[in-house]
């Protein structure tokens, strides 16, 4: 079965930006409050369910996808490129940026920016090409 999260994962730590800043700190749907926060990390929040949107022939082709995708440290400088690195590697797959938010928690002193991206690839096995360069 194709896991677009697990897919959204492992292209991000491609980046050798993000791996530099962020191995062992990329999570789906929750951050632990008990997790390394001493460095910057991602979280990775599906906001709808995977929709099918392209038929023929009653088969469903694609897939459309809407992930939030945070990024909160401590530094604002590396939040920001992490998160551009982030936009790049997405754009390179097909996921286009939507909107997003940018905040600083004064309580905790950390940056988060926050951007939704939108992707609709082929999830298709015969046409699915998003994860065949991908290892385990």
């Known amino acids: ?47 709808i369910a995977p929709q099918p949107s392209t038929y023929a022939s009653d088969i469903n082709l694609s897939t459309e996808y809407l992930y939030q995708i945070d990024v909160r440290g401590p530094n604002y400088d590396i939040v920001k490129l992490l998160q551009e690195e982030i936009r790049k590697t997405l754009w390179q797959i097909g996921f286009r940026q939507q909107d997003g938010t ?3 928690d004064h309580e905790i002193k950390i940056y988060m920016d926050a951007r939704r991206y939108r992707g609709n690839p082929y999830t298709i096995d015969g046409l699915r090409h ?7």
Not at 14 to 30: D, L, S, V
Not at 130 to 136: A, G, M
């Open 1 to 47: 079965m194709f896991d677009m999260l697990k897919t959204l994962q492992k292209y991000l730590l491609k980046n050798a930006t993000i791996a530099q800043h962020c191995t062992g700190r990329i999570r789906a749907y929750h951050y632990d409050e008990t997790a390394d926060t001493s460095g910057p990390y991602i979280l990775i929040s599906p906001l």
């Open 130 to 136: 998003i994860d065949k360069e991908l290892t385990e």
């Open 102 to 104: 940018d905040q600083y």
